[in-house]
């Protein structure tokens, strides 16, 4: 049987044309660091992280 997945958290970063402030890894902490705060959880409880971008 297959396990289940869910979406447990979301992260978004300040939506802009040019972020000069940061780096893409920079960014993606930032956003990835506001999921796991939203979702209540340490990078341990968590198997894969699915990032999009526009």
């Known amino acids: 049987m297959p396990e289940k997945v869910g979406i447990v958290g ?3 970063t300040k939506f802009r044309s040019k ?3 940061v780096n893409i890894p ?6 990835v660091k506001m999921a796991l705060d939203d979702a209540q959880l340490e990078p341990k409880d968590i198997d894969a992280i699915l990032i999009g971008n526009i």
């Open 10 to 12: 979301i992260g978004q």
């Open 19 to 21: 972020r000069r402030d």
């Open 26 to 31: 920079e960014m993606v902490y930032e956003a």
